[in-house]
């Protein structure tokens, strides 16, 4: 049985964490739970970046706000480990940057409505913010309690080429995308798809953020309209910016031609 502690969401830490690099945040999509995944999606800001991947637990069913509560609480503990980082924090010098993507992007949509100043600079990748107003996946959403089990593990293979243009993918990272769709409980599942169908921002206080906010988003994403919601987004925040992926599916991270760290020199989002 996990202790209560166990059953707290956390950071992961990455083997090459430095911490004279800027503190990243990320935090993944729904099946937090596939830690080989993370590692795929992140491995190339290990070059300049103190990375934490935000990981809950599969049997922590808990609440927006207290998502929103745990990513803070564990962001400032990192800050006032390393007390430069922590002096310099909101400064140019060494960002602390938060980047979230599909079911993370709305999570750092949170954040930033309840702790407008804990983050510098700000990377929402295919934002699955605009769940609630595709009415396919709501009304699969509200069925879904009813699925029988085996359909569910088949449904993680089914659900595959909406998640990812498999074409460009490594066998390797196919393989962790499709142990990440079966590791989440379909009650876990249930529970975060209820939150998607629930999930809302108040516009008003998203656009007196002035830090600068990077729109990553993918053409030929299959599940979410992810290119249309990044403008959407963009018509909140004063200070964005849009990079648009032209063969990209939903789950880009795991591209091989897609590299998050190439993206972000770019956009000149880096600090070097």
Same mark, same amino acid.
């Given at each position: 049985m996990l202790s209560h502690f166990q059953n707290q969401p956390y950071f992961l830490t990455s083997q090459l964490s430095n911490?004279?690099?800027?503190? =990243?945040? !990320?935090?993944?999509?729904?099946?937090? *739970?596939g830690k080989e995944l993370m590692?795929?999606?992140?491995?190339?800001?290990?070059?300049? =970046?103190?990375?934490?991947? =935000?990981?809950?637990?599969?049997?922590?069913?808990?609440?927006?706000?207290?998502? *929103?509560?745990?990513?803070a609480n564990l962001t400032q503990i990192e800050l006032e480990?390393?007390?430069?980082?922590?002096?310099?924090?909101?400064?140019?010098?060494?960002?602390?940057?938060?980047?979230?993507?599909? =079911?993370?992007?709305?999570?750092?949509l949170k954040v930033l409505e309840k702790f407008p100043k804990l983050f510098t600079k700000i990377i929402l990748i295919n934002s699955a913010s605009s769940f609630h107003r595709v009415l396919w996946l709501n009304f699969g959403s509200l069925?879904?309690?009813?699925?029988?089990?085996?359909?569910?593990?088949?449904s993680s293979f089914i659900s595959l080429p909406f998640l990812a243009n498999l074409s460009r993918i490594s066998p *390797?990272?196919?393989?962790?995308? !499709?142990?990440?769709?079966?590791?989440a409980p379909k009650k876990t599942a249930n529970q975060r798809l209820s939150l998607m169908r629930e999930f809302n921002i108040d516009k008003s206080k998203l656009s007196q953020?002035?830090?600068?906010?990077?729109?990553?988003?993918?053409?030929?994403?299959?599940?979410?309209?992810?290119?249309?919601?990044?403008?959407h987004l963009s018509n909140i925040f004063p200070n964005t910016q849009i990079i648009t992926l032209p063969h990209s599916?939903?789950?880009?991270?795991?591209?091989?031609?897609?590299?998050?760290?190439e993206i972000l020199l770019s956009a000149k989002f880096t600090v070097n």
């Open positions: 911490s004279s690099y800027p503190l =990243f945040v !990320f935090l993944p999509g729904m099946d937090e *739970t590692y795929i999606q992140t491995a190339s800001l290990n070059a300049a =970046f103190d990375v934490r991947c =935000f990981v809950i637990p599969p049997n922590n069913l808990t609440t927006w706000d207290e998502l *929103t509560k745990q990513v480990k390393v007390p430069r980082r922590h002096e310099v924090a909101c400064s140019e010098t060494s960002p602390v940057y938060l980047c979230g993507e599909s =079911f993370g992007g709305c999570l750092a069925l879904f309690p009813y699925t029988p089990q085996i359909l569910y593990k088949i *390797t990272a196919k393989q962790a995308l !499709f142990k990440s769709t079966r590791s953020i002035t830090q600068p906010i990077l729109l990553i988003a993918s053409k030929k994403d299959r599940l979410l309209p992810s290119e249309m919601e990044a403008h599916g939903h789950a880009c991270l795991v591209e091989e031609d897609v590299n998050l760290y």
